[in-house]
């Protein structure tokens, strides 16, 4: 059983960073991880993932500006927003699950059966 708990979220200006941390427990192997989120009256989006072969994959929305890495002796993967803007406001999730190729970079939500609970992000002009 994989649980997925993230944190870090909060309320910053244009412009400002955040870290977000999700603590991964149970056995995620050369899993599929990675980071989606929604906004209110959206779809949830793949925003950055890493694929089972360690290759981080990004969304062309974020490219440049975040980061996705991960600590494997502390079961944590995180995800380094910077130059954030209000189009990036939203409930962010870590996902994770046992798939792999194009289901994973494609940020195919539906394959992935593991979800955290969330943590918002909220970026203000």
């Known amino acids: 059983q994989v649980e997925l708990a993230e944190s870090g979220g909060g309320s910053v200006q244009v412009g400002g960073s955040l870290r977000l941390s999700c603590k991964v427990s149970?056995?995620?192997?050369?899993?599929?991880l990675g980071w989606f989120r929604q906004a209110p009256g959206k779809e949830r989006e793949g925003v950055a993932v890493?694929?089972?072969?360690?290759?981080?994959h990004y969304a062309n929305s974020v490219k440049g500006r975040f980061t996705i890495s991960q600590e494997n002796a502390e079961n944590t993967l995180y995800l380094q927003m910077n130059n954030l803007k209000p189009e990036d406001t939203a409930m962010y999730y870590c996902?994770?699950?046992?798939?792999?190729?194009?289901?994973?970079?494609?940020?195919?939500?539906?394959?992935?059966?593991?979800w955290g609970q969330g943590t918002q992000v909220t970026v203000s002009s």
């Open positions: 996902a994770a699950d046992a798939i792999s190729g194009s289901w994973c970079y494609n940020f195919r939500r539906e394959y992935f059966g593991n």
């Open positions: 149970g056995y995620t192997w050369r899993w599929c």
């Open positions: 890493f694929d089972g072969d360690g290759s981080a």
